[in-house]
């Protein structure tokens, strides 16, 4: 693997902001609580809120494991590709 690009990071990072309002979003429309979303998928209530936000821990864009994404779809009954944005950035160019 070699190292990302700026444009390549951008595109990550508008990707992961933009999954952080999708998620808000549905946790909002389902009337739950970041704490109860966060016990529900697993998660520390700070990691859950800076998936919200779009970032890690490092301030980096966020990128949730496949088992968060799941747990986060079961948690707001959606189907993975609800879930994510749709501007997802092509990581096959490298």
């Excluded at 998620?23 to 389902?30: G, N, V």
């Excluded at 189907?79 to 944005?85: I, M």
Aim: proline share 4%.
């Amino acid at each position: 693997m070699g190292r990302r690009t700026t444009s390549e990071s951008s595109a990550w990072q508008d990707f992961a902001f933009t999954l952080g309002l999708q998620i808000r979003r549905l946790r909002e429309a389902k009337g739950l609580s970041q704490e109860t979303v966060a016990y529900r998928a697993g998660l520390s209530r700070l990691t859950y809120l800076r998936y919200e936000r779009g970032e890690a821990q490092s301030g980096a864009p966020a990128n949730p494991t496949l088992l968060t994404l799941l747990a986060l779809s079961q948690v707001f009954e959606v189907s993975l590709q609800e879930l994510l944005p749709t501007n997802a950035p092509d990581v096959t160019t490298r």
